[in-house]
């Protein structure tokens, strides 16, 4: 299903005690342009928040702040690989605030992502690859080698599991692209179930995963895939759940999870249970879906338009961007939030 037009973007303010000030005694200036090796100043700017929080940091530590500090961070964009944390002793006090200010509102980006170049986008060459994509997309998918690119941890899919997990996701100039996914829009049905597996719920003990038959011959499809999760309504239609494949018999239709459903598959609902097969290779069929390997760490991409010029960035960091603990007197201004992948 096509996600809504929705980035994970926010502008971002945060005043903990106090309104900013319009003056500054102490001033430090951040540029992606500069140094940590820097001062500091205008002239001679830092790289990193964190090496603006540590001067801060050790000034403090010299002597008690009693005038404002404002770290001005310029124009663009500052890649985070972890948190930027602010503790009890990086905070300000009363009359003497720590503020973190972008010089021009909104133009600061502060993100957990990691912008893909354009020429990073290859075609699929392998014979093998070529054979699981679909006839009509063979063309137009696109492979990048993320490990080429330094990027290494794509985290991992549980056997199963309940709600969003903090994953990378693909952004194509600010809209988030779909994990390819069959069927493309809305769901599919089964057929009928075979095993519900345990449903404790109704007193119905059982070491059996789950077993059903889907309707059609497509899902029979999958039978050779290595790594598979459905998405589904299994029971309830308030508990859905993302549970890893075990096999897919074409002979018999028969689909069994690698996992028990803790409400067990149908058990007694008399509605149609649905279910989709989520970020599987053989399904990235439509502009605009995506498929991440991370046995391969590669990514496969049908962009929707040209690449050339186009902002492509994964979502990589699966923590906050900013963490602010036991700290008063600390204010973050017109800063903007983006691409966290938690």
Request: net charge negative; with cysteine; hydrophobic share 40%.
């Amino acid at each position: 299903m096509r996600q809504p037009k929705l980035i994970r973007r926010i502008i971002f303010f945060l005043a903990l005690v106090l309104p900013p000030t319009a003056g500054s005694a102490i001033q430090i200036h951040v540029s992606p342009s500069g140094s940590d090796d820097n001062p500091g100043t205008q002239e001679a700017p830092l790289a990193t928040l964190n090496a603006a929080r540590d001067t801060i940091r050790q000034a403090s530590t010299d002597h008690v702040l009693d005038e404002t500090v404002t770290v001005w961070i310029h124009d663009g964009v500052y890649s985070l690989t972890e948190t930027f944390s602010i503790s009890q002793e990086d905070g300000g006090a009363h009359g003497a605030i720590i503020q973190y200010r972008a010089i021009h509102p909104r133009k600061v980006h502060l993100t957990g992502g990691r912008q893909i170049p354009a020429d990073a986008f290859e075609e699929v060459s392998d014979a093998t690859t070529l054979e699981r994509l679909p006839d009509i997309s063979r063309n137009s998918v696109r492979r990048v080698d993320l490990s080429a690119l330094g990027i290494e941890d794509l985290g991992v899919y549980p056997e199963s599991f309940r709600n969003a997990q903090s994953l990378p996701e693909l952004f194509f100039n600010g809209e988030r692209m779909t994990l390819a996914q069959w069927p493309n829009e809305g769901w599919a049905e089964i057929d009928q179930v075979i095993e519900s597996g345990p449903a404790p719920w109704r007193n119905h003990e059982s070491d059996a995963l789950g077993v059903f038959t889907c309707k059609g011959d497509h899902p029979s499809t999958w039978a050779k895939v290595k790594d598979l999760w459905l998405e589904g309504y299994w029971c309830f239609d308030w508990a859905a759940e993302t549970i890893r494949v075990k096999s897919v018999d074409p002979e018999t239709r028969q689909i069994t999870l690698a996992k028990q459903h803790v409400y067990g598959l149908g058990s007694g609902n008399p509605a149609a249970r649905r279910y989709r097969a989520v970020n599987l290779l053989e399904e990235l069929d439509t502009a605009g879906e995506y498929f991440i390997d991370r046995e391969e760490k590669a990514l496969y991409f049908w962009p929707p338009s040209d690449l050339d010029g186009a902002e492509v960035v994964l979502s990589l960091l699966r923590d906050p961007l900013i963490e602010v603990r036991n700290a008063s007197n600390v204010q973050f201004s017109s800063l903007v939030l983006e691409y966290g992948a938690g």
